[in-house]
């Protein structure tokens, strides 16, 4: 399609009684921490999940393009005919402008009714409910959530609030129809005394009623504006964001990101951030979509990133905890059906699956993934692993079994690694109780609610409750029978514990030559940042009239010279979520170590010390304490 391509025609639609504003669509996803692209990257990939062929292993891809100056002016020449009886739907005149193509492959398409003809039940209507319609739920609990609020990520991705929808897909008589319509949410307006939605369509159709293009001028359109096109028989839909909202890095931490550097600065430094944080959204949200199966050959969903024509690596030569984490899911595919065999965690050890139950009934599945740290390659930036220093990722992911996708990870265990052991969880609810789960999570996907009403909040809290006592159990330390003096109490669990890992040690595989050098620890942050520490339980000294509380606890750093010792305090809600208090809410007192402020102190090693804590006036309350090697002294 070489010649100039005519404008769409334009179909705004106008306010009729229970309809919605236009930018309604944001307030749908609800409130969340996930950043905007995490949202966008989560939802379309769910999506695209619930739309794949049975037996099908669906692809799924995001792409960050530049603009050029053609696609500039076919963008502009596609919205002529809206822009011309409103005044909106220009392209940005920038040197900056990108856009953002999402795009599935092996999936249904936006197939069924161009219209909202009704159907019959199994009839599809993927079409219907992707661009005629917002928020229409699955009632089974397979899929991820609701169809079309990756529709409204999408749009909120976008500056202009306008995406591209393309989509290849059976037209019902054994064919191939290829299918384009665009479609915007904008603020509401009154034009001609006559108030609007804010919500517009461009393409097709008749008496006020948006058609999509179809068949061969809707390839044409396609082949156009988007850069994956659709290869031998393939069905599925591409997304075309305009203008999509690109995080413009930070100078420092605290300075406010330069928003000129968004519209006239150098792309390669916005590409590059867009890079770094779409790899991290598609890793911590979809990387149970990378793990092969057991008697698999291929992934259930292949996952593709490129920015600016660079393929981006979403894996790495060495995965890191990522193997870990596909230990730990493996492990609950096989127990699921009934494969005996045992996975192995990278550690050399076999992942231990265990059910959850409640009244008798199994509602899913927790696998513990033990981690030995001497024998596992750490990354000195791994996204994936719990000690990295940004807490984004806890120890126990959470997914339900059809829909493999994170809802998220947490932590309500009271178990913390030490210097040589680690560990990491992965929960599945059972497939019969799927449907329970999803009816625990918000708009956005990103939790399960233990507030929940009825059945619904029962199961989740029944979960968190079974969850932490299996790992309570899986992590107990036997205390030997004889102590021989007071003082042994500090170094007695430093003791048992090797001696459970002295059990736990496989054996030495037999070594293959290899070509490449056995990677040595990471230096840096992490290396040396936990050292092996001797913690007793907390000892309730007193309780004020104010309610705070005054604890002791004693502690011991295995080792000679001097470390620096810290103690961290976190309250413990109810749902078994953690919120850690700052050190300067603390009052710390060291028996014998220096005070340094902020809840730290300088501590000599192998001597049993005490650390008195005053804090706040909390029912349940979490106290951990860390050391390193003190490098001043």
């Known amino acids: 399609m070489d010649k100039i391509i005519e404008p769409l025609l334009w179909f705004p639609k106008q306010f009729q009684a229970g309809d919605m504003d236009g930018t309604g669509g944001d307030r749908l996803l609800g409130r969340t921490d996930l950043s905007p692209l995490e949202v966008l990257i989560r939802e379309t990939a769910q999506n695209s999940w619930d739309a794949r062929v049975d037996g099908s292993h669906p692809l799924y891809g995001a792409h960050l393009r530049r603009v050029d100056f053609r696609l500039r002016a076919d963008l502009d020449r596609l919205f002529a005919t809206g822009r011309q009886r409103s005044g909106r739907h220009r392209v940005p005149s920038v040197n900056n402008l990108h856009v953002l193509e999402v795009f599935d492959r092996g999936t249904s398409g936006l197939d069924g009714p161009t219209d909202l003809s009704p159907t019959s039940p199994g009839e599809p209507c993927n079409f219907q409910d992707l661009i005629l319609k917002v928020g229409v739920p699955r009632d089974d609990g397979k899929g991820g959530g609701t169809y079309g609020f990756g529709k409204t990520a999408a749009y909120a991705f976008s500056a202009q609030g306008t ?111 867009f890079a770094r944080e779409a790899r991290r959204a598609m890793r911590l949200h979809l990387w149970p979509k990378l793990i092969v199966a057991p008697g698999h050959a291929r992934p259930p969903m292949p996952l593709e990133l490129r920015v600016h024509e660079q393929n981006v690596d979403l894996v790495g030569d060495t995965p890191g905890a990522l193997a870990s984490w596909g230990a730990g899911l493996n492990a609950i595919r096989s127990r699921v059906r009934d494969d005996e065999a045992p996975v192995i965690a990278p550690s050399g050890l076999p992942v231990e699956v265990h059910a959850v139950v409640r009244n008798r009934k199994t509602i899913g599945h927790l696998a513990v993934v033990k981690r030995l740290k001497a024998l596992e390659a750490r990354l000195d930036e791994d996204d994936l692993d719990p000690v990295w220093d940004d807490d984004s990722v806890q120890r126990i992911a959470m997914m339900r079994d059809q829909a493999e996708l994170v809802v998220a990870t947490d932590d309500w265990s009271d178990h913390t690694a ?21 009816d625990a999570e918000p708009p956005a996907h990103d939790m399960w609610v233990s507030s929940a009403g009825g059945e619904t909040g029962l199961v989740i809290r029944a979960m968190r409750n079974k969850v932490r006592a299996i790992l309570r159990e899986t992590f107990v330390v036997p205390e030997p029978a004889d102590v021989a003096h007071p003082g042994a109490s500090a170094r007695r669990g430093v003791g048992t514990v090797a001696r459970m890992l002295g059990m736990l040690l496989p054996s030495k595989p037999e070594e293959k030559p290899s070509s490449k050098p056995r990677t040595p620890p990471a230096a840096g942050r992490r290396s040396s940042r936990r050292q092996l520490i001797s913690v007793e339980a907390p000892r309730l000294v007193r309780t004020f009239s104010d309610g705070r509380q005054q604890q002791q606890i004693g502690f011991l750093v295995d080792g ?16 078994g979520a953690r919120m850690r208090l700052p050190a300067n809410d603390l009052l710390s007192v060291w028996d ?42």
């Open 163 to 273: 995406v591209l929808f393309w989509s290849r897909c059976r037209d019902g008589r054994d064919g191939l129809e290829y299918r384009l319509v665009v479609s915007a949410f904008h603020e509401s307006y009154v034009s001609e005394g006559k108030q609007f939605t804010g919500r517009h369509w461009w393409g097709a159709g008749e008496d006020g009623l948006v058609a999509p293009l179809i068949g061969d001028v809707a390839q044409a359109y396609g082949e156009r504006f988007f850069a994956r096109h659709f290869e031998g028989d393939e069905t599925g839909t591409s997304l075309l964001i305009l203008d999509p909202l690109i995080s413009v890095p930070r100078n420092g931490e605290f300075d406010e990101p330069d928003s000129a550097e968004l519209r006239n600065g150098d792309p390669t430094t916005l590409e590059h951030e």
């Open 418 to 438: 030490s210097p040589i052991f680690d560990w990491v969880a992965v929960f599945k609810s059972a497939r019969e109780w799927d449907r329970t789960f999803a």
């Open 560 to 575: 000679e010279g001097e470390f620096i010792v810290d103690v961290a305090v976190s309250v413990v809600g109810d749902d």
């Open 592 to 633: 014998r170590a220096s005070d340094l402020g902020g809840g730290k102190a300088r501590a000599k090693g192998n001597l049993a010390q005490t650390v008195t804590v005053v804090g706040p006036s909390r029912r349940a309350l979490l106290i951990e304490m860390n050391a390193s090697v003190d490098n001043a002294s």
